[in-house]
């Protein structure tokens, strides 16, 4: 493991995982101390709920709610925060790249008759010089008979 990785898990992954840690402690310690009041009631649009009244159904979408909204803290949050800072900084260099691509372009474009003519003349200077000296054959000896 590279020392990078090692600094990541030490600053970051362990102390995270210490906080979600003791998130889950305090909400535990919260709901213990919720159930320890028989008169407490959850109103709701003046809807009285008590706690221990309610049914599976409400623990069902108490735990979707809790799950859709971890999948937003999660999933959607970072993703937003991505595409918001670093798509427009994509679509700048982007931009910049092609108008570097118009004007090497444009250049080329202009400079045609001259790049041209090197062509020419870099293709007749090379061709007389791979005249001039003839690849040499290796010479064989003749085998030996018995």
Known sequence: MSILIKRFAQWILLPGLLLGALALWGGYAIWQEVLAHPGFEIVINGTELGVQEL??????SLLLAGGLALLILLLVLPLT???????????AAGALGLGLLLLVSV???????LLLLGLLLWLAL???AGRA??????QVAPAARP
Do not use: V
């Not at 250049?107 to 008759?113: A, D, K, N, T, V």
């Not at 000296?133 to 290796?138: D, F, S």
């Open 107 to 113: 250049g080329g474009l202009l400079c045609s008759p």
């Open 55 to 60: 049914s599976g159904l409400h623990w069902a």
């Open 126 to 128: 090379r061709r007389r």
């Open 133 to 138: 000296q003839p690849p040499e054959k290796p």
């Open 81 to 91: 925060l991505m595409l918001g800072l670093s798509l427009p900084l994509l679509l």
